[in-house]
């Protein structure tokens, strides 16, 4: 079944949380500033309202996020599973499939506990998920300061860091936006209290490890680009890492590059999954193309011009058969192909 409220929050939705004695917040598999900034905001806000909330993620909170937790509030699966006894609702942030929550998510359902979503990634038919899912959300940042808004949660100094965090990140620093006026409102509301964004955009945006930046020109090296100039792509094997002290979460960090061509309006990267010879596939695409499509026809999700999938096996079938589908994205908008 489907339950899903956009803004305005459909009473069922504000009431059910408002009526939660215990939340447990998660985010998605690899957890990224819009996760992490969006669940420690509601986390701290709602304990200041007197709410009883932890966040419980399937993996720690990487390094290179640290700041956006100062309270350290975020806590991995191994050691804040004992904190979910007594949850009586579970909120997925930043997806909407149990299944990218995992750990967590799997032992409160196992528990008989609801669990819920705050997301702005679309849902696909059939999909079973309750909550919020708004699609016009720059971030899920920006949609959890909305709801807090609507909760009358104040947020404090720490918890406006989170929002703001979040939203910067999935905007890539405000230049994706989506409703475009309101995620400019929701920033400056925050700054109007006081919130320093300097430090948080030079976190973001200004502190690449020196190895990563080696990483980065090995990538780029290795770009290719079709006939036409419209679709530009990068494989990233595990090999590219060699003696460089740098986790696989830094490939994606070379996405702005690829995409960032002039006359290339799509762009994708493949880079090792988790699972032995599986690929992750992550989609790009300027303002004319989309490519949501490519990576929903494979299983995947994500936006019209950001997206991702994984794939099995057989690399250069798969390189072959995600370009050919860009390309035709790209002619399909006019782009000589
Ligand atoms: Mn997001």
């Not at 956009?6 to 939705?13: D, N």
């Not at 420690?40 to 709410?51: I, K, M, P, S, T």
């Not at 929701?186 to 990563?212: H, K, Y």
């Not at 936006?303 to 399909?332: F, N, P, R, W, Y």
Request: aromatic share 6%; charged share 20%; net charge negative.
């Amino acid at each position: 079944m489907q339950r899903l409220t956009k803004t305005p929050f459909e009473p069922w939705f504000i009431e059910r949380l408002q009526a939660a004695r215990k939340i447990a917040l998660m985010t998605h598999v690899d957890p990224d500033a819009d996760g992490l900034g969006s669940q420690v905001a509601f986390c701290l806000a709602a304990r200041q309202a007197g709410v009883d909330v932890v966040i419980v993620n399937e993996d720690p909170c990487p390094e290179r996020y640290a700041w956006i937790d100062p309270r350290n509030v975020v806590q991995r699966f191994e050691d804040g599973v004992s904190s979910l006894d007594g949850v009586d609702l579970g909120l997925i942030f930043d997806a909407h499939e149990i299944s990218r929550a995992r750990r967590p998510a799997e032992a409160l359902r196992a528990a008989g506990v609801d669990v819920w979503v705050v997301d702005h990634h679309a849902v696909a038919p059939h999909t079973e998920v309750t909550g919020c899912v708004a699609t016009d959300f720059s971030s899920t940042g920006e949609l959890c300061f909305r709801l807090l808004e609507r909760l009358g949660w104040a947020l404090d100094a720490d918890a406006a860091l989170g929002i703001y965090g979040a939203m910067s990140f999935d905007t890539g620093s405000f230049r994706f936006l989506r409703n475009q006026p309101n995620t400019m409102r929701v920033a400056a509301a925050l700054l109007d209290t006081g919130l320093d964004a300097n430090p948080i955009q030079e976190a973001l945006w200004a502190s690449r490890p020196f190895d990563e930046t080696v990483l980065l020109g090995r990538i780029c090296s290795q770009i290719q680009v079709s006939d036409d100039g419209s679709v530009a792509w990068a494989v990233v094997p595990e090999e590219m890492l060699e003696g460089l002290a740098v986790g696989r979460d830094a490939i994606g960090e070379a996405m702005p590059m690829v995409i960032g061509i002039a006359g290339v309006q799509a762009a994708a990267m493949f880079k090792p999954g988790r699972a032995p010879g599986q690929w992750k596939v992550s989609l790009r695409s300027k303002t004319a193309v989309t490519i949501g499509h490519i990576a929903q026809g494979r299983g995947g999700g994500g936006h019209a011009h950001a997206a991702g999938c994984s794939v099995q096996g057989d690399l250069d079938g798969h390189v072959q058969a995600v370009i050919g589908e860009m390309l035709a994205a790209t002619a399909k908008a006019g782009f000589a192909s």
